[in-house]
């Protein structure tokens, strides 16, 4: 049992080491690239698509290895009470401090964007308008709510108007790279609120106390739905998008750095998608969710640490979330969720007997 486990941990470690560090480089790359300048656009159309050859085939057999490896790391820890507690038993902080991390986080974030007089994310439109105007100021008045922790259920409805909003003086195109983002921040926070604040326990007395693991299935469900939709709509469909992000940043394809020389920056691209995609996945399923979540965690810090304060203002409360998530390891994907409320309906319906 051992063995097994320690083989599937290197196989997982090898496979993320080669596949996996491509992807949060250029997760949100439309903040580092001018989608509208004639140069983009002309080499979006000539990079239109991947013309398939034997690395690509390379890089898919990594790819299935490695969600291979992912399930049956998950079904040992199952079968295994070590490996169990590794990758599933939750780790408790005092005062729900993980969540008030993520809302401090998140709050700095809003403000520094209202300071930077910028709605949600950096590449989102700005106007001159009072619409606009105006929801810079709600975005600052959130991101205070966010950080006093006063009310969470009143930060998810302040969050829920800024997106409303952003929807709609922001084209669908570039809206939906964040759609599933705060839709779960949302959701999540209006779930927890009556846990931490007094306040939401007034405003919302029929919480239930399933409501935690319920929000925290939802952060999972929602960063996986954004990674994969990333993966899709910036990489595996839209190559060229990034391959200018790559080309103008060549440094970050590392396999010419140790001696593969002939790996096109294109390869590094689809490696990318491939791998975004692969992670997103896996959260939805929750198929080794602590694994996965300290890989991203990991890969967040890493590409923070390269490009600097820009995107570390943007990603910084992703961060917070992965660790969230990690920290309460348990099965919380969607398929645990479904069978959970199964499970629950199921014994409801069975009558009782003397």
């Given at each position: 049992?051992?063995?097994?486990?320690?083989?599937?941990?290197?196989?997982?470690?090898?496979?993320?080491?080669?596949?996996?560090?491509?992807?949060?480089?250029?997760?949100?790359?439309?903040?580092?690239?001018d989608?509208?300048?004639?140069?983009?656009?002309?080499?979006q159309?000539?990079?239109?698509r991947?013309?398939?050859?034997?690395?690509?085939?390379?890089?898919?057999?990594?790819?299935?290895?490695?969600?291979?490896?992912?399930?049956?790391?998950?079904?040992?820890?199952?079968?295994?009470?070590?490996?169990?507690?590794?990758?599933?038993?939750?780790?408790?902080?005092?005062?729900?401090?993980?969540?008030?991390?993520?809302?401090?986080?998140?709050?700095?974030?809003?403000?520094?964007?209202?300071?930077?007089?910028?709605?949600?994310?950096?590449?989102?439109?700005?106007?001159?308008?009072?619409?606009?105007?105006?929801?810079?100021?709600?975005?600052?008045?959130?991101?205070?709510?966010?950080?006093?922790?006063?009310?969470?259920?009143?930060?998810?409805?302040?969050?829920?108007?800024?997106?409303?909003?952003?929807?709609?003086?922001?084209?669908?195109?570039?809206?939906?790279?964040?759609?599933?983002?705060f839709?779960?921040?949302?959701?999540?926070?209006?779930?927890?609120?009556?846990?931490?604040?007094?306040?939401?326990?007034?405003?919302?007395p029929?919480?239930?106390?399933?409501?935690?693991?319920?929000?925290?299935?939802?952060?999972?469900?929602?960063?996986?739905?954004?990674?994969?939709?990333?993966?899709?709509?910036?990489?595996?469909?839209?190559?060229?998008?990034?391959?200018?992000?790559?080309d103008?940043?060549?440094?970050?394809?590392?396999?010419?750095?140790?001696?593969?020389?002939?790996?096109?920056?294109?390869?590094?691209?689809?490696?990318?998608?491939?791998?975004?995609?692969?992670?997103?996945?896996?959260?939805?399923?929750?198929?080794?969710?602590?694994?996965?979540?300290?890989?991203?965690?990991?890969?967040?810090?890493?590409?923070?640490?390269?490009?600097?304060?820009?995107?570390?203002?943007?990603?910084?409360?992703?961060?917070?979330?992965?660790?969230?998530i990690?920290?309460?390891?348990?099965?919380?994907?969607?398929?645990?969720?479904?069978?959970?409320?199964?499970?629950?309906?199921?014994?409801?319906?069975?009558?009782l007997?003397?």
């Open positions: 049992m051992k063995s097994s486990f320690t083989a599937s941990l290197k196989t997982m470690a090898l496979l993320l080491s080669s596949l996996l560090i491509p992807t949060q480089a250029f997760a949100h790359l439309r903040w580092f690239v989608v509208n300048s004639p140069s983009a656009q002309a080499y159309q000539a990079m239109s991947f013309q398939f050859d034997l690395v690509y085939l390379f890089l898919l057999a990594g790819a299935v290895g490695f969600v291979i490896s992912a399930i049956t790391l998950d079904n040992l820890a199952r079968k295994n009470q070590l490996v169990g507690a590794l990758l599933n038993a939750p780790i408790k902080l005092p005062l729900h401090l993980e969540w008030r991390l993520v809302s401090i986080l998140l709050g700095l974030m809003l403000l520094m964007n209202s300071h930077h007089g910028v709605l949600l994310a950096p590449n989102l439109p700005t106007s001159d308008e009072f619409m606009f105007k105006a929801a810079i100021i709600v975005q600052f008045v959130v991101g205070l709510l966010f950080i006093s922790q006063l009310s969470f259920v009143l930060s998810a409805i302040g969050t829920f108007c800024l997106a409303l909003i952003a929807s709609i003086i922001t084209p669908a195109m570039i809206m939906i790279d964040y759609v599933f983002e839709a779960g921040i949302m959701v999540a926070f209006y779930l927890i609120g009556p846990s931490i604040s007094r306040i939401d326990r007034i405003l919302w029929a919480s239930s106390p399933r409501n935690e693991q319920m929000a925290v299935a939802v952060l999972a469900l929602s960063l996986g739905l954004q990674l994969a939709e990333l993966a899709l709509h910036n990489k595996l469909l839209n190559p060229g998008l990034a391959l200018i992000f790559i103008d940043n060549g440094f970050l394809n590392f396999m010419r750095m140790i001696g593969f020389t002939s790996f096109k920056n294109i390869y590094f691209v689809f490696a990318g998608g491939i791998a975004e995609l692969i992670l997103g996945t896996l959260l939805v399923f929750g198929i080794a969710t602590r694994f996965v979540a300290l890989g991203i965690g990991a890969i967040f810090t890493l590409t923070s640490a390269i490009f600097g304060l820009h995107e570390l203002i943007g990603h910084i409360p992703i961060m917070a979330v992965v660790l969230l990690a920290l309460h390891g348990k099965k919380i994907g969607l398929l645990s969720l479904v069978r959970s409320t199964l499970k629950e309906q199921n014994a409801k319906a069975v009558p007997t003397n």
